[in-house]
């Protein structure tokens, strides 16, 4: 098989996963309204509370399989930026008020450290996608009572994004693969969220990268021309 045919066999490939992703998500949605369904017929019945536990815990799992077949979904498809010029820190405090039950699940506090934020030349409703990611996955790899820092500083003709956690200090080939979920222990929502956070990163002619906190955690660093 030549190039050629293999570059067509995976476009054909990709758009048949896009529209299996599709059908997938309506499935999904089908059996939540059951599940909810059984979860209002056992409440209210305290020797069925098994039943309610169980109905709670099936919906848990189908939003996160949705979340995640959204995740794929936006993988397999092009993505057309908007470009607008766009302020950085609102789109930073977007991106932060939509991770805010996440972190106070884990008790994890969040500080920003903001020099001086200049526009930037961005799709803003992306890169909010994008950091939201990046910042979910430093929450979900710190421990509880933990800290992540969002400092937001000039970088020569860029801006520099660092979102850096306390959490378990990863080897380099780990950190070499973060932001491919197929070398990923587990593709999850954290693994799928930070490959469209590197694509969308690289579609606005930046640079993402990751390395080793000190004395521990994780660094990503995002790179943005001014």
């Not at 599940?35 to 020797?47: T, V």
Request: net charge negative; aromatic share 4%; glycine share 8%.
């Amino acid at each position: 098989m030549n190039d050629n045919n293999e570059d067509a066999l995976l476009i054909e490939t990709g758009r048949m996963a896009s529209r299996l992703i599709h059908d997938f998500k309506n499935q999904i949605g089908g059996m939540k309204l059951y599940a909810s369904y059984l979860k209002k017929r056992f409440s209210g019945h305290p020797e069925l509370a098994e039943g309610v536990e169980i109905a709670e815990k099936i919906i848990q799992g189908l939003n996160e399989m949705a979340e995640q077949s959204g995740l794929v979904s936006k993988l397999t498809r092009p993505i057309e930026l908007r470009w607008q010029t766009a302020d950085l820190e609102a789109c930073l405090e977007m991106a932060l008020s939509g991770l805010k039950l996440l972190a106070d699940s884990k008790q994890v506090r969040i500080s920003l450290d903001l020099a001086a934020t200049p526009a930037v030349m961005m799709d803003s409703q992306q890169m909010q996608i994008a950091l939201a990611a990046i910042i979910a996955r430093a929450i979900d790899a710190s421990p509880e009572n933990g800290e992540v820092t969002v400092a937001v500083k000039p970088g020569g003709d860029a801006m520099l994004i660092e979102v850096a956690d306390w959490g378990e200090t990863p080897g380099e080939e780990k950190l070499r693969m973060l932001f491919d979920p197929l070398t990923n222990e587990r593709i999850n929502r954290i693994s799928l969220g930070l490959a469209l956070a590197r694509r969308i990163v690289l579609l606005h002619g930046g640079e993402i990268a990751a390395r080793a906190g000190s004395p521990a955690g994780t660094v990503v660093e995002v790179r943005l021309e001014r």
